[in-house]
Structures are given as C-alpha cells and as structure tokens.
Nanobody
C-alpha cells in the first residue's frame, strides 16, 4: 500500500490550497483517513480526520478554515484549506488505516507535501 500526496505549494496569506492523497495497492477498504502537519522544530499535529462514513473532526483552531473530505471509490482524501496564515506553513502528511485484501489493518503515511504561506 502506498499513499501519494499532492497539492502543496507556495501561497500568500489569505489564499487557499487543496491537498489530495490517494492510496493504492491491495486495498479492501480504508477506515479512517487524516491529515497531519509538522512545522520546523515542532511536533507533528493533527489537522483533521474523517471516517469511512464521512464523519470528520479537527482541532478547534482549524475548524472553519480547513475542510476534510474523501472519495471512497477513489481511495482519496482531500483537505481544502482556506484563509491560510503564515503559521500554517508546514509539511502536510496524509494517513490512512487500510484494510488489505489479505491480512490485518495497517496504518500508512504519505510522503508529505510542503505548504508555505507567505505574509
């Protein structure tokens, strides 16, 4: 199983970006999917998570600006980020709890995509 993230880049404060992350491989189902981020010198933190059924949660500081969604048919999770601030600058990682065709649930990470917000 591999997770491929894309959509990062350089944007001015107040702008928007949409991240995508697609899982591929021997997949029967994907349970929770999520986005995390890690800024230089800081610990990785949760941005948002979403269940297979579409129930989403995120920390209070990001609610209203960030929206997570998914397309189960495409094994893809999205993160729409609006009103970006310089403090949102980080590497964004996707994460998925994958049920393989054979075997037990595994937790996988994407390679990370850089988001840089200029002031």
């Amino acid at each position: 199983v591999q997770l491929q993230a894309s959509g990062g880049g350089l944007v001015q404060a107040g702008g928007s970006l949409r991240l995508s992350c697609t899982a591929s491989g021997s997949i029967a189902r994907i349970n929770d999917m999520g986005w995390y981020r890690q800024a230089p010198g800081k610990q990785r933190e949760l941005v948002a998570r979403i269940t297979y059924g579409g129930s989403a949660n995120s920390p209070g500081s990001m609610k209203g600006r960030f929206t997570i969604s998914r397309d189960n048919a495409k094994n893809t999770v999205y993160l729409q980020m609006n009103s970006l601030e310089p403090e949102d600058t980080a590497v964004y990682y996707c994460n998925a709890a994958v049920v393989p065709v054979i075997g037990a649930v595994g937790y996988y990470w994407g390679q990370g995509t850089q988001v840089t917000v200029s002031s």
